[in-house]
Each structure stands twice: as structure tokens, then as C-alpha cells.
Nanobody
Framework: VQLQASGGGLVQPGGSLRLSCTVS????????IGWYRQAPGKEREGVAC????????FLVESVRGRFTISKNNARNTVYLQMNSLKPEDTAIYYC??????????????????????WGQGTLVTVSS
């Protein structure tokens, strides 16, 4: 299983970026995908996830209303659309896959233990 995150970069406050996570080795129809981020000197924290099947979504409160998560099963790719970016969104963003099949609702709360396969991360810098 491999996950490739891309789309990071430097953006001004208030700007937008779209991150992509392309997955190989398992199907998004059967496996949930989560996005996490890690800022310098801080622990990795959950951002959003999308479940298997119909793709129910969950976003943490700090990004709700600004970020959206979606997927294209045919392309086996998950997207994280980030709008109204703030300096505190600066971090390395990682996507991760749950090895369990069809587990229903996803979460990114309470740590990283829900996900077994991780991509290499993509850096997002929000600065003027």
C-alpha cells in the first residue's frame, strides 16, 4: 500500500490550496482515509477523514467551514480543499489509510491509531 500526498506550497493568509492523496494497493470504496498535520514542535493532529463506501466525512472543529474533504473512487484519490487559510494552518500534511475494510464512520480524533498506512507528507506554509 502506498499513499502519495501532493499539492502543498506557500500561500498568503486567506488563500486556498487543494491537497491530493493518491492511493495504490487498496480501494477507497472499502477503506477510510484520514488527513493529519504536524506543525514544528507540535504533535501530529487529525484534520479530516472520509469513510469507505458513500464517503461520509468528518472535520475537526478548527477547520470546519474552511476545509472540505472529498474523493474520487475511480482515481483512488482523496482531496483536501483548504480555503481561508490561516498562519496556524502551517504544517506538514499527511494522508493515511485504514487497513480495515468497510468500518463505517471515520474519525481522526484521539490520535493516529486509526490508520495503518501513511504517506510522506506535503508542506503547507501560510505566510505573508
Amino acid at each position: 500500500v502506498q499513499l502519495q500526498a501532493s499539492g502543498g506550497g506557500l500561500v498568503q493568509p486567506g488563500g486556498s490550496l487543494r491537497l491530493s492523496c493518491t492511493v495504490s494497493g487498496l480501494s477507497l470504496e472499502n477503506h477510510a482515509i484520514g488527513w493529519y498535520r504536524q506543525a514544528p514542535g507540535k504533535e501530529r493532529e487529525g484534520v479530516a477523514c472520509i469513510s469507505s463506501g458513500d464517503g461520509d466525512t468528518f472535520l475537526v472543529e478548527s477547520v470546519r467551514g474552511r476545509f472540505t474533504i472529498s474523493k474520487n473512487n475511480a482515481r483512488n484519490t482523496v482531496y483536501l480543499q483548504m480555503n481561508s487559510l490561516k498562519p496556524e494552518d502551517t504544517a506538514i500534511y499527511y494522508c493515511a489509510a485504514d487497513s480495515l475494510r468497510d468500518v463505517g464512520a471515520c474519525t481522526v480524533l484521539g490520535g493516529t491509531q486509526w490508520y495503518d498506512y501513511w504517506g510522506q507528507g506535503t508542506l503547507v506554509t501560510v505566510s505573508s
